[in-house]
């Protein structure tokens, strides 16, 4: 819909009695963060006028009836003075005022102003010169200057906010020159040679004189307006207040200087008007584009009352070229300096946003470097942590050994040997912590979701936990259950073991109870000890990584502060909601919820594999590459025992050497991650297929559990154990390996 028909829209409100709520001090432009206006947009409680008060309609028709009025009598007011000074034609004007006024009302009132400038319009011209047809038919001529300038600008050059930006300043005294104006010149004049008002042969200089008149009221008067009336929220500042004045002194005192008729005129005074260019450059500079404005407007006063009462440069024995001067001067004054003002404004919150960016990044890095600085220090209570809990069980093994090489009886030798077994156990613990937290933060642990009974948890934490709570006094009861579960098999069963542990670590007298009730179609899963408690501001530390509850009398083995931490991280990877209630001195409750499952036909799970030694070995050749000596006699001695041929190198070339020796294909190839410089197990494993042309079952060993090998491998599709590997474990997946081999199946699938 065009302009034309908004205000038709509104008259025709107006007119039938149902809006008379034209709240103009609010604006009916909502401009967009682009800076263009929808104009026209009401708010939603003037939607259905129907729907206000009488009184409320009374109230705002009496404000925008105001408004109008005041907009129609300062417009006349400025016509009448604008017309005093014509002097080509009663009509045509080198100064004319109301064109800025009318802009600056539609911009910042929206389109619905348009009555209040035609009327005003009309009286001052039928009171000027013409007839009545010619007097509307100006005013239309000026209506529409300001209707269309306004459009446009509002279109294509940031509505009222067009002062804020070079770009916009340009595109606004571009469409007040080119466009606008030219269209109250153009049908002005022609309706004044059509009546026969004016000799046709003026006519050019008319309309160049009418024209210039409009383009100093639209660059001079409505920059003025537009930004003193946008300005209303800005907080008073007293250094700025007294800047403003001081600049607005200074451009008064060049303008009188420059253009006052009180000093006389000579040659030698001429000069003085550049003055001018010095507080428009200090408004530009350091006022911003309102200051800069104001102060064009004073001196635009000074010099126009200066060249009528015969002062200043521009004055000639032609009144209308003077006032032409006076027009080129005052453009080439304020279109730079509006130009200037603008692009130092731009630079100004440019770096208003960047002061706030830094502070922002400052703010930010002093948080990061805080909990930097955190991270390190729990860092560095780890590694004294994990230093003291790794080299306990080392030193309890050296005072094993010792004893081993001395003189034993049989059941002196037989405990010996399962205490230095239980401290390895110790020792596996404790690493595995580590790789477990390893390959959360890796993203390689993918639930396998499964109906399960959780009888099978249950059973393995009791035979779990049976000797070491009986060994420390406890008493460990665990409650059976015949529910069914939906829910990752393995990583539940870390969850409850960590918890079990957990429990067993802290709690020195009484005992530990798990068991399960039913809660809807969840399963609650519940640990419970008698430990020391937790205190209320704890509560939240105790599933951090590293963080360990001070109790001088506990047992420290096995610990290093991850396993509740794993717990956490496991039930986010889950999606089990986890529940903790602790009283200090009574002892704790830690309960995971399950979904629960149907039960399903028993007669349908998998038979268990058979025991290791059930499988023939004899006449498997596996390869083992390792490059520290130690690791080859221990692994090839070990796998010799169960039965194997082993062949044991230093790298992939020595190995693929030896087998060419031998003439034969390994059956399986056991490779550390790590080799000599800077190799790989996976390098070392694809050159001896390469050379085979094949692929062979292998397994990778390493002792790091930063998360890229495990990723890498698992990428590839090879099995990762990790040091310290469990004998039984090794055992049973070089078994598991051989027998799929031997079935023709896939040997690579991830373990």
């Not at 006022?287 to 000639?316: E, K, Q, Y």
């Not at 903790?580 to 919820?593: D, E, P, Q």
């Amino acid at each position: 819909m065009s302009h034309r028909s908004d205000v038709g829209v509104s008259i025709n409100r107006l007119v039938n009695g149902k809006v008379a709520i034209f709240d103009l001090y609010q604006g009916d432009q909502k401009v967009s963060h682009d800076g263009q206006s929808n104009c026209l947009v009401q708010a939603s409680t003037m939607s259905d006028p129907r729907s206000l008060t009488p009184e409320m309609n009374f109230r705002q028709g009496t404000r925008y009836a105001g408004v109008l009025v005041a907009i129609g009598v300062i417009y006349f007011v400025l016509a009448k003075g604008g017309l005093a000074l014509a002097s080509v034609h009663p009509s045509a004007t080198p100064i004319w005022p109301p064109t800025g006024l009318a802009l600056a009302a539609v911009l910042l009132w929206g389109y619905r102003t348009w009555p209040a400038i035609f009327i005003a319009a009309v009286i001052a011209n039928a009171t000027t010169a013409g007839s009545v047809a010619t007097a509307i038919a100006i005013a239309s001529g000026n209506t529409l200057e300001a209707v269309v300038g306004a459009y446009l600008v509002n279109r294509w050059s940031r509505g009222r906010h067009t002062f804020s930006r070079p770009n916009s300043v340009a595109k606004f005294a571009l469409i007040c020159i080119v466009i606008a104006t030219p269209i109250s010149a153009s049908i002005g004049l022609t309706s004044l040679a059509t009546a026969g008002y004016i000799d046709r042969t003026n006519f050019a200089n008319a309309w160049v004189t009418w024209w210039l008149g409009d383009v100093t009221g639209a660059l001079v008067i409505a920059p003025v307006v537009v930004l003193w009336a946008s300005s209303y929220d800005h907080a008073f500042n007293r250094n700025d207040c007294l800047e403003t004045v001081g600049v607005l002194a200074t451009a008064a005192a060049v303008g009188l200087l420059a253009f006052s008729p009180l000093i006389e005129q000579t040659p030698s005074r001429d000069p003085l008007g550049f003055l001018a260019i010095l507080p428009m450059l200090w408004a530009a500079l350091r006022r911003g584009p309102r200051d800069t404005a104001t102060v064009a407007l004073v001196l635009a006063g000074i010099t126009v009352w200066g060249t009528l009462t015969g002062g200043g440069p521009f004055t000639t024995t032609d009144l209308n070229v003077s006032f032409l001067l006076v027009l080129m001067f005052l453009i080439s004054i304020t279109v730079p300096s509006l130009l200037l003002s603008a692009d130092v404004e731009v630079r100004k919150r440019g770096e208003k946003r960047l002061r706030r960016a830094q502070v922002e990044l400052e703010r930010k890095v002093a948080e990061r470097t805080q909990e930097l600085e955190l991270a390190n220090a729990a860092k560095s209570r780890f590694l004294a942590m994990a230093s003291h809990d790794l080299r306990q069980p080392l030193h309890a093994l050296g005072l094993f050994i010792a004893q081993l090489r001395m003189p034993l009886r049989s059941g002196e030798r037989t405990r010996t040997i399962e205490l230095i077994d239980a401290t390895r156990k110790e020792m596996d613990e404790m690493l595995n912590s580590l790789l477990d937290m390893s390959k959360l933060d890796a993203g390689i642990l993918i639930p396998t979701i499964t109906e399960f009974p959780i009888a099978r948890l249950l059973q393995k934490i009791e035979t779990t936990f049976d000797q070491a709570t009986r060994e420390t006094g406890l008493r460990l009861r665990v409650r059976r259950s015949d529910a069914w579960v939906r829910s990752d098999a393995m990583l539940l069963e870390r969850i409850l073991l960590n918890l079990v542990s957990n429990a067993v670590r802290y709690t020195l007298r009484g005992g530990i109870i798990v068991g399960c009730r039913r809660r809807g179609q969840m399963l609650r899963i519940e640990v419970w000890d008698s430990g020391p408690g937790i205190p209320e501001d704890q509560k939240q530390n105790i599933f951090g990584e590293f963080f360990q509850l001070a109790a001088r009398d506990r047992n420290r083995y096995g610990s290093m502060g991850l396993g509740l931490a794993i717990v956490d991280r496991l039930r986010l990877l889950l999606n089990h909601p986890i529940d903790l209630a602790s009283t200090v001195g009574r002892g704790s409750r830690f309960a995971i919820l399950v979904p629960m499952a149907d039960e399903c036909d028993t007669s349908a799970e998998p038979v268990d594999s058979p025991p290791p030694a059930a499988f023939a070995v004899e006449g498997k050749l596996v390869l083992v590459i390792a490059d520290a000596p130690i690791v080859q006699q221990g692994t090839g001695g070990l796998l010799g025992r169960w039965g194997y041929t082993v062949l044991t190198t230093g790298s992939d070339e020595a190995a693929l050497i030896r087998l060419a020796e031998r003439q034969q294909r390994p059956d399986l190839i056991i490779s550390d991650y790590h080799l000599a410089n800077g190799k790989t197990g996976i390098r070392a494993i694809e050159k001896i297929n390469a050379a085979f042309g094949s692929s062979i079952p292998a397994i990778l060993i390493s002792g790091d559990t930063a998360p890229e090998p495990a990723r890498e491998v698992k990428d590839r599709g090879y099995i990762l154990l990790h040091k310290p590997v469990d004998p039984m474990r090794l055992r049973a997946v070089m078994h598991e390996l051989l027998m799929d081999h031997g079935d023709g199946r896939d040997t690579r699938a991830a373990s």
